[in-house]
């Protein structure tokens, strides 16, 4: 069975930085694209980035681009995302889903940016 | 850039069939995905490629595409579909995924 497990997610201040972190199992992980995906509060869903399944290749939404990179260890199973210069706009659950369409999603972590 | 315009709320009877809609300019060309979030728990892939239903989901629901629009249908609604219903589609031109904002279904 296909688990993927997010971490990482926490209370940071406006301009901070933190890093999330997707652990996958129960699935050959190296051989799958993987996205994050967000939802802030009160709004829809919101891709944010895809990593190709051996890290070759990066794409990211406008709104996160220079600020935000994903990166993957496919030997350790996991996803990341390093977040830099965080806003208050970023509050939100990362979600970390694999495949096109996203066929299978983690429960979530919550970014929260506040002062 | 690529906008899915859905309703942003949909009221339903047990028994009943809710339709959601999901307009874009480029739809027609492009293939549609469906997940349903009920609050705290992650999404579910509902529908994809326009009307493919993976496994484990219920004949009740379905999908459907003319010209611009898309459409998912919730036959003989439960109580438990109460949930927040999104499409989203892949932009080939930007290399973007898009996602409608969402409808809330409430089933009365």
């Known amino acids: 069975e296909v688990h993927l497990v997010e971490s990482g997610g926490d209370l940071v201040q406006p301009g901070g930085s933190l890093r999330l972190s997707c652990v996958g199992s129960g699935f050959t992980f190296g051989t799958y694209f993987m996205h994050w995906v967000r939802r802030a509060p009160g709004k829809g869903l919101e891709w944010v980035s895809r990593?190709?399944?051996?890290?070759?290749?990066?794409t990211y939404a406008d709104s996160v681009k220079g600020r935000f990179t994903t990166s993957r260890d496919n030997a350790q199973n996991t996803l990341y995302l390093q977040m830099h210069s965080l806003r208050a706009e970023d509050t939100a659950v990362y979600f970390c889903?694999?495949?096109?369409?996203?066929?299978?999603w983690g429960h979530g972590t919550l970014v929260t940016v506040s002062s | 850039s690529y906008i899915l315009t859905q309703p942003p709320s949909l009221s339903v009877a047990p028994g009943e069939t809710a339709s959601i809609t999901c307009g874009g300019n480029?739809?027609?060309?492009?293939?549609v995905h469906w997940y349903q979030q009920k609050p705290g728990q992650a999404p579910v892939l509902l529908i994809s490629y326009d009307s493919d239903r993976p496994s484990g989901i219920p004949e009740r629901f379905s999908g459907s595409k003319s010209g611009n629009t898309a459409t998912l249908i919730i036959n003989r609604v439960e109580a438990g579909d109460e949930a927040d219903y999104s499409c989203q589609v892949w932009d080939p031109s930007s290399d973007d995924y898009v996602f409608g904002s969402g409808t809330w279904v409430t089933v009365l």
């Open positions: 480029n739809i027609g060309g492009d293939s």
């Open positions: 990593i190709h399944s051996d890290g070759s290749r990066k």
């Open positions: 889903s694999r495949g096109d369409p996203f066929e299978y």
